[in-house]
């Protein structure tokens, strides 16, 4: 297959061609998203705020399956650019062998904290019973995602952007199909959605090996020896700091939903409710990211500087439209926003306000997010992940300190605060590590 397409075709054609199939697919995983937990609240309150609480670990498990697949992504993209497809497909190969690896072993470790873990942040038996429910389930699946995981980004890599697209889709499909049948028609619950998450991962899985095998690729997963290189460590150098790029945030609700339990569990399901529906905003951005990075590490490799250049200054536009876009909606109706998983009126009016607060750095979000996918893309991951250090963790002290003067409008003031730093960082790295020491190479 040839892949000159990728440095030769128009960027605004490309960039539309590979990001709009991302972004279709992850606009449905964020509907599913927003679905199960609709469903789920429809159980209780609490089932709702056991979701929430559980919901850093399950998104732990999916980061390092993402992450690593976003490194084997980025050398297979690069290797490709710079003709070397025996390197591509053993990058390819090793890549699929490690994430089941990986897959196995974060679904024991994950099993094994789940109980300690929700017991730290609340006594409310039935708030941890229902997490437990949930996530015994859910964690079992864990192989799956890392999997599914690799096989997309391969695809992604030699620019299969509509196949992913279909393969995510359908499992996210069925997965919406399953919720309300478990849930409420077989009077399943919480366990319901479980399954359901869990019957929609093994079908995409099926899709994707479905599709290795009728589709005729660049590469080849043969599981047999290939040409030995040192892609592991290419691929553990991208994919380590983009799998904490990714957990980041899970460590960073783990500490804010600390901070706001000290107040009340309202705050904890306030937190978890605002990451549902703010998935439909940053998955939009992350399909845009996603659709650009092969043709930022091709164009990369094949040193064709001006065309990196340009895809960037599209991208930061298209984010820049979708986080203004966004800003208006969230502060315009919060109150029905939250008002889709819960009837309190104090509640609606308590995540209203944050919500409303929020929302005001979603706009200068844009850069940061982007020049961090940026960095992933053109194989730089460390700057990208100090970009996320300080979205993420740095946002814990800033909100500690918030809340001793705000209380917990002071947790939700630290997100804007947060984005502006952010931004001011993004800007010198993207100097630094691209600007200044691209010229210096060249």
């Known amino acids: 297959m040839n892949q000159e397409y990728m440095k030769n075709d128009s960027i605004p054609k490309l960039i539309f061609k590979m990001s709009l199939p991302m972004v279709i697919s992850m606009v449905i995983n964020a509907l599913y998203n927003i679905v199960d937990s609709y469903f ?70 994950c099993f094994l ?54 393969c995510m889709a359908i499992g996210a499909v069925v997965n919406i199909i399953l919720d309300p049948i478990f849930i409420t028609n077989l009077g399943m619950g919480i366990k319901g959605a479980a399954i359901a998450t869990g019957i929609g991962l093994f079908v995409g ?15 080849t997963i043969t599981f047999k020896e290939e040409e030995k290189d040192n892609s592991i460590k290419k691929l553990y150098t991208i994919g380590i700091p983009a799998s904490l790029n990714l957990a980041l945030p899970s460590f960073m609700i783990i500490a804010l939903n600390k901070v706001l339990a000290s107040y009340n569990d309202v705050n904890v399901l306030i937190l978890g409710v605002y990451y549902k529906l703010q998935t439909f905003l940053y998955f939009i951005i992350s399909g845009i990211v996603q659709g650009i990075r092969p043709l930022l590490g091709y164009n990369y490799g094949a040193k064709c500087k001006d065309r990196v250049n340009k895809i ?100 939700w003031s630290s997100f804007f605060v947060t984005e502006i730093l952010a931004f ?6 993207f100097k630094i590590f691209y600007l200044k020491k691209d010229s210096v190479q060249s």
């Open 205 to 219: 899985l099926i899709t994707y090996i479905i599709v290795y095998l009728k589709v005729k690729l660049p590469l």
């Open 40 to 109: 789920v609240a429809k159980v209780s309150e609490n089932a709702m705020t056991a979701i929430s609480l559980i919901f850093p670990i399950q998104y732990l498990a999916n980061a390092f399956g993402i992450g690593f697949g976003v490194g084997i992504n980025a050398v297979v993209s690069y290797y490709l650019g710079a003709k070397k497809d025996k390197n591509a497909s053993y990058s390819a190969t090793i890549g699929v062998i490690l994430s089941i690896v990986h897959g196995i072993i974060l679904s024991i470790i």
């Open 312 to 411: 960037l200054k599209i991208t930061l536009i298209l984010s820049l439209i979708v986080m203004t876009l966004g800003t208006i909606l969230f502060a315009s109706i919060p109150d029905k926003l939250i008002g889709l998983f819960t009837t309190n009126d104090e509640t609606i009016k308590m995540g209203a306000k944050a919500i409303r607060i929020i929302s005001i750095g979603f706009i200068i979000s844009a850069f940061s997010v982007v020049i961090s996918g940026f960095f992933e893309g053109i194989s730089k991951g460390i700057p990208s992940l100090i970009i996320s250090l300080i979205r993420y963790i740095v946002i814990i002290f800033i909100a500690y300190l918030l809340s001793i003067f705000f209380d917990e409008n002071g947790v």
């Open 424 to 429: 001011a960082v993004s800007l010198i790295l």
């Open 113 to 166: 904290i789940a109980k300690p873990f929700i017991k730290a942040f609340t006594h409310n038996e039935e708030i941890i019973k229902y997490g437990l429910d949930y996530f015994y389930i859910v964690v079992l699946f864990a192989p799956i995602i890392t999997v599914s995981m690799a096989l997309e980004k391969i695809l992604q890599a030699v620019g299969k952007m509509k196949t992913t697209m279909v």
